[in-house]
């Protein structure tokens, strides 16, 4: 693919390189209010998901355009937003498997941050395994009605809707996986909030007893919530975030090179020299996988199992460079304040969120080297 860009592309990053110039906040806060109030300002600018369609609140950009989009938004380590989880899981999914009226309803609202959402996928009984999930919803008249129990559910805490999968029978015995709108704040749904290693709780588990939801809250077909949840795995691994984590972590190492160029650190151990060149190399080659992600989708070719192949390599790089930078920084790493130390805390979790490596190396084995299914006993 010609990675050369057009004169318009270049306009497009320029327009956002000045609006993140004129509108970054000055003091990167990651409090839910911060990331409220940024993501307010970037929907006035309508850049909060430019890849989606003008009418829910997009620009309709090319997949460059976004490409160029993300990259610059880790460029400029701009804070998250309060609703990324809606947006970049349930988002891009109600636009492919959603209803009509459904888009109309939750688009605009989710962009605005006026409604925030969750994902309920995982259980402590399942972890990321989520054809053994066990959640149930039961058709009583006019209702779902829910029951079973969800961990790992980001900003649940916050959410005012969740993405909920379930297991259900249909008429004729068979039982799938459906996909339900829920509302967080409906009876018989409890969010409890779990304290993670940094010290936040941006993660909870969720119990639903008997909880009630609308029989018409559905995603896509009843029973084949599969295919819906596949689309949205795609879109959790595809390219936005390997991206963005590409250009932070590419930065982050440049920092690291940087503290070892100083008159104190020139005599490292050969054994942390090499393990140095290995992150330089590691980020090289993330990059180059994202790039092959970029050209594949602006072909209009199926990525197969290229996103397990990126995440992978994305959560073994992470944990690898934040390795070395303890090694090479020492206590100094974690004296600052806890926005400078706890990226360290924080990565350990990238081999487990959105699919864990032992899934991801599943799936490799399947899809790209053709190995029987795992069998289950």
Known sequence: MDFTFTPEELAFRDELRDFLVAHRPPVLDESFESQLNWQRVLYEGSWVAPHWPEEFGGRGCSITEYALYVEEMGRHRVPQIAGGVGINMVGSTLLGHGRADQKARYLR??????EIWCQMLSEPDAGS?????SARAVQDGDWWVVTGQKVWSSSAAQADLGYLFVTTTGEDGAVG???????????????????QLTGDSHFCEVFLTEARIPIDQVIGPVGQGWKVLQTTLSNERGLAYPLKEQMVLSQSLG???????????????????DQLVQCVIHDRIFRLLNLRTLSRLAEGESLGATPSMTKLFYANYAQRLHQVAMAVKGMDAIAGSPSEWNPILWYRQSSIAGGTSEIQRNILAEVALGLPRERRH
């Open 129 to 133: 395994d989520l054809r053994s999930i």
């Open 109 to 114: 609202p989710m962009l605005a941050g006026d």
């Open 255 to 273: 920092e690291l090179l940087d503290a070892v160029r100083t008159p104190d650190r020139k005599c490292l151990r050969g054994e942390l020299r």
């Open 177 to 195: 996986t459906t996909c339900l709108i829920c509302d967080m704040h409906a009876a018989g749904v409890d969010v409890r909030p779990l304290r």
